[in-house]
């Protein structure tokens, strides 16, 4: 059986963007360091799964988005975090200055969504 193991994003900060996730998550920078192109890369999750956020030597400069990453081949939808209280969660969003979307409740969980500050869309999905 295999199991994800990492999603690696680019940003414009990585350490201020892990900073946001240790915060609303409760997550731990694993490793942080050089990367490939001369860049920099933070590794923030647990101790089996993270995100690695990745900056060029640019400073990860905004490339041209595309309109709907849904329809863009190797477009980047969303990342899905799982919570024990999302309520809790959608108050330390708000309290971060996000502000939740899309809430839904259907099979399997309870969840909304809230667009970080590089313009990555993360999902906070409760399964109780």
Request: glycine fraction near 12%.
């Amino acid at each position: 059986m295999a199991r994800l193991e990492h999603v690696n994003v680019t940003v414009a900060d990585p350490r201020a963007t892990a900073a946001v996730l240790h915060r609303l998550f409760g997550w731990e920078t694993r490793w942080e360091g050089t990367a490939i192109n001369g860049g920099f890369t933070v590794h923030v999750g647990t101790g089996d799964q993270y995100l690695a956020l990745y900056t060029g030597p640019d400073g990860g400069a905004a490339q041209t988005p595309a309109d709907n990453s849904y329809l863009m081949r190797g477009g980047l939808n969303h990342i899905g975090v799982v919570v024990d209280d999302l309520a809790a969660a959608e108050a330390a969003v708000r309290a971060e200055g996000f502000e939740p979307h899309s809430h839904a409740d259907y099979e399997p969980g309870r969840r909304f969504y809230f667009d970080e500050n590089n313009g990555v869309e993360i999902e906070v999905v409760c399964y109780d």
